[in-house]
């Protein structure tokens, strides 16, 4: 008698222990993005940050048509090769 409550005792203790432990396994990690993704993502943060800085351009109060097509220029070049190093990536 005195074995079997031994027993049943340290029975429950251990799965009493796995049962704790196992609820505080972590839940699987979300799946990384493939290449492909990453790169039209970041194509598209390119894209949009082109866009918001083409606009600030455009609208300066201050700027006069010379020195913006000169800013858009040098804005579209560095889009251009910005983008090239994106799609050798992909």
Do not use: W
């Not at 993704?37 to 970041?42: P, Q, R």
């Not at 598209?44 to 455009?58: D, F, G, S, V």
């Not at 020195?67 to 090239?84: C, G, I, T, V």
């Amino acid at each position: 008698m005195n074995i079997m409550k031994k027993f049943l005792i340290s029975t429950l203790l251990v799965l009493g222990l796995s049962m704790n432990v196992s609820a505080q396994k972590r839940p699987p990690a979300p799946p990384h993005p493939s290449k492909t993704e990453l790169v039209n993502i970041k194509m598209q943060e390119l894209t949009k940050k082109y866009n918001t800085e083409k606009k600030l351009i455009l609208n300066h109060p201050l700027a006069t048509k010379q020195m913006k097509r000169d800013q858009m220029k040098a804005l579209n070049r560095r889009y251009e090769a910005e983008k090239r190093l994106l799609r050798e990536a992909k």
